[in-house]
């Protein structure tokens, strides 16, 4: 013991220290109260939505509060990031995310800005879905395979035409690390949504687009679009005779269209570990399996150390990717 310090002030400063531990303990043990806040950054009906609010309704079985979705969407997500990194660190208010929370620092890097939240002021709670993407084209287009595309890209450079969801989108970036990885230059055209680029294929306005399999299976099924290839390491259990870019041999092109729970940085640390066990609860209800399974979906859930490895690995992929296309007007 210092010996500058006193047998009272010792036993003082313990007790106050416990009783610190105590609280922290006592509050997570009766964590909620009250209803718990899910922000979703992005307009209702996406795979960020749909997934939050699967989640919710399995979280609310065990929790015995509501778990009240708060849609605020804007400015790629920042405006979502912004309202749970500014609210109380006390669990009760959440964030749904997706690989926006990597792509957008990085492409204000691009700009010459930084970002007002990134990663760091958030910690990782549970991993739940990561959807490879899906490479299209018509039904009717001269390309049978991924090869013949990419053939037909490399002697057409900068020709061949694909729509995005815009600049950085979980479509434009696939879409370039899948032509990088097959060294093709694919030419790029944004449009405000995933709707708009998948009508643009639709009606032979560009030749391709990606998306998510189970947004575009009904198409493929329908015989309207044709899949070449996914972003996947394993083949897509939607889609299962179309294969992955690795398989084929272009490796470099794995991206996931991922979506995952955060909480505040500032969360205490008992929180965090309640927050953690109660979201792997949830995601493993029997309800909640099947509903993801009917949207098409891949469940992916990883803890909190095992989601902090895999968005390390995203963010290095996205980084990449976004300094090789460079500043996007």
Known sequence: MNPLVSRRQFVAGSALAL?????????SAHFPTRPVQLVVPFPPGGVVDQTGRAIAQSLFKIWKQPVVINTKPGAG???????????????YTLLAAHPFINTLPESERQFGRTSAHDRSHFVPLSLIVADPLVLVVKADS???TYEEFVADARRRPDTIA??????YSAVHLPVEMLAHAAGIK??????????????????NVVAATAGAPAVLAPQIKAGELRALVTTGVTRHPLLPDVPTAKELGFAGAEFYLWVGLFASAKTDDAMVQQLRRDVARAATDSEFVQYMGRLGAPLDVRDGPAFQAFLQQDSERIS???RRIGKVD
């Open 19 to 27: 009783s610190g531990l105590d609280a922290s303990w006592a509050q």
């Open 142 to 144: 001269p390309w049978k």
């Open 320 to 322: 990449a990717a976004i």
């Open 77 to 91: 997500g920042a405006i979502g990031m912004a309202t749970v990194a500014n609210a109380p660190a006390d669990g």
């Open 186 to 203: 694919l030419r790029h055209i944004p449009y405000a949504g995933g709707g708009p680029a998948l009508t643009a294929v639709l009606g």
């Open 162 to 167: 694909y729509s995005s969801s815009g600049a």
